[in-house]
């Protein structure tokens, strides 16, 4: 995609290589860092448009200390939303209609379930890179290509999501309705092009990252 028409959300925790970062920044108008996200954005050499939350944590930081003062904008520690939260939001204020989250990898356990959270949001990222998968929402179709060998899990979200097709995939999506609590793990991609449609609801498409998959 060559339009730049995304929004790119940077935060703590373990997060993807340079190449991944490149195969998305030609589609990326603006970049958020949520506090530690910075961290991320220092060591990918990127430089965000804004910088949000307590800043505590990197306010000792040399490149810190080289921002502008109006791409800082400080949270009181104790507050209702995450950092992340308060990223997303900004980005939904600015009328961005996709997020690109990076970062978030590893760390607790209730960390990763919260930001899992906000996949079942009505306004909810696009898409999430950690340092080890790529994570995405599919609400009616979704093509890929030369993912072929690859590893991917798929899970409901909401209620229910059915009426399900799928191409390139060693075991077929075709007719599947899976409802909260279903999954289907560990499926492998077999063509070096496929989609996946869902007919109602969303799904969510957890794909490991291929130089972590197993020889």
């Known amino acids: 995609m060559s339009v730049k028409e995304n929004g790119l959300l940077l935060i703590g925790g373990e997060g993807p290589t340079i190449q991944y970062i490149e195969r998305v920044l030609d589609s990326v108008r603006y970049i958020i860092a949520a506090n530690s996200g910075f961290d991320l954005a220092c060591r990918l050499n990127l430089e965000p448009d804004l910088l949000v939350g307590d800043l505590d944590s990197i306010a000792k930081s040399k490149r810190f200390k080289s921002l502008s003062p109006e791409k800082l904008k400080k949270f009181p520690e ?13 980005f939904k204020e600015m009328g961005f209609k996709r997020v690109i989250l990076m970062g978030g990898g590893g760390g ?46 798929f899970f409901p979200l909401g209620d229910e999501a059915g009426d399900m097709h799928s191409e390139g995939l060693k075991w077929s999506l075709d007719g599947l309705c899976w409802k909260r609590g279903e999954a289907g793990i560990s499926n492998i991609i077999t063509a070096d092009q496929g989609r996946v449609c869902v007919g109602h609801g969303k799904i969510l498409m957890i794909r490991t990252l291929p130089e972590l998959q197993d020889a």
Request: hydrophobic share 35%; aromatic share 14%.
């Open 78 to 90: 104790d507050k209702d939303e995450t950092d992340l939260e308060i990223g997303l939001n900004m």
């Open 108 to 153: 607790r356990l209730d960390h990763l379930l919260g930001i899992i959270c906000l996949f079942e949001r009505d306004y909810y990222p696009y898409a999430w890179f950690t340092a080890r998968e790529h994570i995405q929402v599919i609400n009616s179709e979704m093509e890929f290509e030369n993912w072929k060998g690859q590893t991917v899990s």
